[in-house]
């Protein structure tokens, strides 16, 4: 029983260090933020056998949580749920910047229904969130849930939710490198073409 155990445990680690690497792979091929978090959502979804995953992101008031990438069950009703810092039970993790697990929902004072799910499901989940850290501040998090039938989330999953939060931030930052690089360059582009239009012509009223 004990040799099966280790086993398992091994081959479930094994699997999750060969997911961490495809999703470096993923953030260094992918521009798009969208599209490479979309990818990121879709193998934590399969790997952690999740109902749903969702992806928080702090938008520019710093207080506001938009789900900006949703997969399962309940993915269009996520995408259009937001919340604020400190409120249910994501806005307190982004808050503390702590992961957790929360073994059932139904249970925590901090919960916050999404509207438009089943309230069934909403009494028989569990859940886990790493939220997102770069360069030292909190900017989201990642949140997943599975029904307690089956099976709680254990520490080691919650590590690879924290290890992913840690892929999805690099994500973040990278594509917005990406963005303001190609911001700049079309800016740079467009200036150094008015300034052979202005040099090429001594006419007031074309310049």
């Not at 400190?86 to 808050?95: P, Q, R, W």
């Not at 990406?178 to 300034?195: C, P, Y």
Request: charged share 25%; hydrophobic share 40%; net charge negative.
């Amino acid at each position: 029983i004990e040799n099966a155990r280790l086993f398992q445990e091994e081959s479930r680690r094994a699997e999750i260090i060969e997911a961490l690497a495809e999703i470096a792979n993923v953030i260094a091929t992918k521009r798009e933020i969208d599209l490479a978090l979309d990818e990121i959502a879709q193998r934590s979804l399969n790997l952690l056998k999740a109902s749903h995953i969702a992806i928080y992101l702090l938008q520019d008031d710093d207080q506001t949580l938009k789900i900006i990438t949703a997969k399962g069950l309940y993915h269009e009703k996520l995408l259009s749920h937001s919340i604020k810092i400190g409120e249910g039970i994501t806005g307190n993790i982004v808050a503390s910047g702590k992961p957790e697990i929360v073994n059932d929902t139904a249970k925590d004072h901090r919960r916050i229904k999404v509207p438009g799910t089943p309230e069934e499901d909403n009494q028989v989940e569990t859940m886990m969130s790493a939220p997102l850290i770069l360069r030292g501040k909190n900017i989201g998090a990642m949140n997943a849930w599975r029904l307690r039938k089956n099976g709680l989330f254990s520490e080691s999953e919650l590590n690879f939710l924290v290890s992913i939060a840690h892929q999805a931030s690099i994500a973040i930052e990278s594509g917005r490198l990406f963005e303001e690089t190609l911001s700049r360059a079309q800016e740079t582009a467009a200036i150094a073409e008015v300034g052979r239009d202005i040099s090429s012509t001594l006419k007031l009223d074309i310049v």
